[in-house]
T-cell receptor
Framework: GAVVSQHPSWVICKSGTSVKIECRSLDFQATTMFWYRQFPKQSLMLMATSNEGSKATYEQGVEKDKFLINHASLTLSTLTVTSAHPEDSSFYIC????????????FGDGTRLSIL | AQKVTQAQTEISVVEKEDVTLDCVYETRDTTYYLFWYKQPPSGELVFLIRRNSFDEQNEISGRYSWNFQKSTSSFNFTITASQVVDSAVYFCALSVRAAGNKLTFGGGTRVLVKP
């Protein structure tokens, strides 16, 4: 089945650091990737939609300059949390869809980000 | 706008009991998909089922079954003869073709199965 790899699985870093999270579709071409954020004991909230070769579309309330998304190829999207602060600590999870957009989204295993 | 409501925040059962998770959705679109995902403590999302808005057939997969009723905008999920390994958070989600198939998640229901 379709596999999405997300790296790193967890990261701890100091406040002010920028952190990059990668999301790769391993065995299919992902024209669209989604980035979600999940706080402890809460649901997943969509942050942005990333389409290959174009700018990401951000959901209302998500800071574009804070969360930089790049979808440079059909198999890779990256989320960079710039100048991270403790309030950015969260679980970030990506998903990807096939060219056939009516296939279920396939999720990565998520990244636990802790900012000290 | 789309909305998914999972009224039960947490359910605790004893092993072998059945458990039903409720999901109610709202959308004005006629073409949409409904999903259930399982999130174990390790955090990854496990896809369980997808149902499109034109297919109201109920489905059974092993100990899992789903009841889709458009008349009440509900897509309920039942685990029969629950096991400890079923302990997880379960999310119901909705995607609408007109909105680019973005997923709108419900708040999730935490299921705790005690031995």
């Amino acid at each position: 089945g379709a596999v999405v790899s997300q790296h790193p699985s967890w990261v701890i870093c100091k406040s002010g650091t920028s952190v990059k999270i990668e999301c790769r579709s391993l065995d299919f071409q992902a024209t669209t990737m989604f980035w979600y954020r999940q706080f402890p004991k809460q649901s997943l909230m969509l942050m942005a939609t990333s389409n290959e070769g174009s700018k990401a579309t951000y959901e209302q309330g998500v800071e574009k300059d804070k969360f930089l998304i790049n979808h440079a190829s059909l198999t890779l999207s990256t989320l960079t949390v710039t100048s991270a602060h403790p309030e950015d600590s969260s679980f970030y999870i990506c998903s990807a869809t096939h060219r056939d957009r009516y296939q279920p989204q396939h999720f990565g295993d998520g990244t636990r980000l802790s900012i000290l | 706008a789309q909305k998914v409501t999972q009224a039960q925040t947490e359910i605790s059962v004893v092993e072998k009991e059945d458990v039903t998770l409720d999901c109610v959705y709202e959308t004005r679109d006629t073409t949409y998909y409904l999903f259930w995902y399982k999130q174990p403590p390790s955090g990854e999302l496990v896809f369980l089922i997808r149902r499109n808005s034109f297919d109201e057939q109920n489905e059974i997969s092993g100990r899992y079954s789903w009841n889709f009723q458009k008349s009440t905008s509900s897509f309920n999920f039942t685990i029969t003869a629950s096991q400890v390994v079923d302990s997880a958070v379960y999310f119901c989600a909705l995607s609408v073709r007109a909105a680019g198939n973005k997923l709108t998640f419900g708040g999730g229901t935490r299921v705790l199965v005690k031995p």
